[in-house]
């Protein structure tokens, strides 16, 4: 038996038995602990309970420029005050006018509100729902800038409760969904980002302090040095691992699961319990994070399950011991990834992306590139996206949305997403699009024009409400031109180059529908689903 000596086993065995007859849980902790096993020992997750919020409604007020008319200067004075305040703290060294600005028509003043993920990192953007104020005369957001805006808990938006994020970005109307849609509400697409990382907290069902030490030197045998920190009798803190970065969930569930007490009889039985459970189980993700948590032990047996005749559970085998630094089961992910009958591609493709090396993972998503499933195309494009590899250009567009170009892929698709990052993506390029097109955006300020013959295509904007063009453009016939000849801001006029006519991301994604709707392209079109943001914060 190693790490704990025997009177601490004692002590936890004790608490253990109080844990699972009459400990409670606190009010709004997790309570997905994997179960104890008396005859397998004490896991930590029977003695304690990681809190790691599933996710924080959090709301703030911000304002939104950038509009043509559509805004109002209604702002009650409280908020009016508040936004002054805080506009001028973001921008000491301008001289401004805060009140004029609000209270232009091309600027309103909207309710932001989100859900702050759970276990959500600094580096992790958070879809935002921006809303014009009731009773306000604002008309649409279509177009706008959130300036920036500061997020509190939902319901506690006093002077003295600290922000816990921010958001800011350009507005997306979704008019992909036909008519209908308010334009008093959109989102900012990734515009939330958190201040602070919540700490991780594991906290004893009956405080202990031999127990708190011997269950964090557990911890840190188990994950390394630092991982786990006792800061109080009863409670510790963690941090996640590097190797868990982009795991953080999974970390946890790992931690519930791991045994408190090591004996080479005693984890054999472990290993060949849960093994037997991974083959049979219909919970067989429970199984793996507990093999998982025994570690490096469980390969020998694990890799006698990459021959079952069950593709779930070669899958979860093969997953659990990528997680455990063995790559014998790459070549069982790499098969499944590749089976065009398979439901499993996606994980399989995840987890390659996440756990293998980056050549084995690039090499896999670029060859699937080509795949006949658009879902899997997209999937392989947006891990070869995390890996920066060279198959995929990226472009930034007027600073709002993302162009990804794939030319390895005989299947010609457009993508548009309508959460998370912002970004059109075009498979099987060049995407060229037929002359004797004409195309109109839904309220008719934008056009696109070709007559059969011409080798390139007009681009019209009008301001709303208005006859005459404000901007005229020529384009190729290459879709990627031509988005990029409508989106790109105007040139300045003391600076050379064509520029654009400066339509928004939400106008862009609706008119790519239309071109794929009317046969302007012959390419397959496919949206994302929008922000799945709570209903209560639809005001």
């Known amino acids: 038996m190693t790490i704990i000596s025997r009177k601490t086993v004692w002590i936890i065995a004790v608490l253990s038995i109080g844990g699972l007859t009459g400990g409670c849980e606190a009010p709004g902790a997790r309570s ?14 029977s003695l304690g309970v990681i809190y790691s919020p599933e996710s924080v409604a959090i709301e703030g007020y911000g304002l939104v420029g950038g509009l043509q008319g559509t805004g109002s200067s209604e702002c009650p004075p409280e908020l009016r005050a508040y936004l002054k305040r805080y506009i001028l703290t973001q921008l000491p060294e301008h001289k401004i006018d805060v009140d004029k600005l609000i209270d232009s028509l091309n600027t309103a003043v909207v309710h932001v509100g989100g859900e702050m993920p759970s276990l959500a990192s600094k580096t992790q953007r958070f879809d935002v729902m921006v809303t014009s104020l009731g009773g306000t005369q604002t008309t649409s957001l279509e177009g706008g800038w959130l300036y920036g805006a500061e997020l509190r808990a939902a319901g506690r938006m006093g002077a003295s409760t600290r922000p816990v994020a921010s958001a800011g970005g350009p507005i997306f109307t979704d008019q992909i969904d036909g008519l209908g849609v308010s334009r008093r509400m959109g989102y900012v697409l990734g515009g939330g980002r958190v201040f602070e990382e919540y700490k991780l907290n ?31 009798p009863g409670r510790i803190e963690l941090t996640v691992p590097p190797k868990y ?17 090591e004996d080479p009889q005693i984890t054999k039985e ?6 037997r ?14 093999l998982e948590a025994i570690g490096n032990e469980s390969l020998a047996k694990l890799s006698v399950l990459l021959n079952s005749a069950d593709e779930r559970v070669r899958l979860h085998a093969a997953r659990c011991m990528f997680n455990l630094g063995s790559d014998e089961g790459l070549s069982t992910l790499i098969e499944i990834a590749l089976n065009k009958g398979s439901a499993l591609r996606v994980e399989a493709l995840e987890t390659l992306a996440t756990s293998a090396q980056r050549s084995d993972a690039a090499a896999i998503s670029r060859r699937l590139l080509g795949d006949e499933s658009f879902d899997i195309r997209l999937a392989a494009c947006e891990q ?9 250009t990226r472009e930034l567009v007027a600073r709002s949305f993302y162009l990804d170009q794939v030319a390895q892929s005989q299947h010609k698709g457009v993508f548009v997403s309508r959460s998370g990052e912002a970004r059109i993506v075009l498979f099987g390029v ?28 007009s681009v019209i904007r009008r301001q709303p409400g208005r006859g005459g063009a404000v901007g005229q453009l020529k384009s190729s016939l290459d879709l990627a031109d031509i988005i990029r000849v409508l989106c790109e801001e ?22 790519l529908k239309q071109m794929s709707d009317k046969g302007a392209i012959r390419a397959e079109f496919r949206a994302g689903p929008l922000p799945k943001i709570g209903v209560n914060l639809k005001k």
């Open 32 to 45: 997905k602990l994997l179960d104890s096993r008396p005859d397998l020992g004490a896991t930590i997750g």
């Open 202 to 232: 594991l906290v004893l069902n009956k405080p202990d302090f031999e127990a708190t030490s011997g269950i964090r030197n557990r911890i840190n045998e188990r994950f390394g040095y630092g991982t786990a920190k006792a800061v109080l």
């Open 245 to 261: 970065a982009k795991q953080r969930q999974r970390f946890v569930s790992v931690v519930e699961a791991t045994y408190l007490t």
């Open 270 to 275: 472990r290993i060949l319990a849960f093994v």
């Open 277 to 290: 459970e991974l083959a049979v189980a219909q919970d067989k993700y429970k199984s793996e994070i507990a």
């Open 384 to 392: 070869l996206v995390q890996l920066e590899d060279l198959s995929v």
């Open 430 to 457: 060049p995407i060229m699009c037929r002359d004797n097109i004409f195309v109109q955006s839904e309220d008719g300020t934008v056009v696109l024009n070709a007559p059969s013959g011409q080798r390139y295509v």
């Open 490 to 511: 105007p040139a300045a006029k003391d600076k050379q180059g064509r520029g654009g006519l400066g339509v928004s991301y939400s106008q862009m994604t609706a008119l």
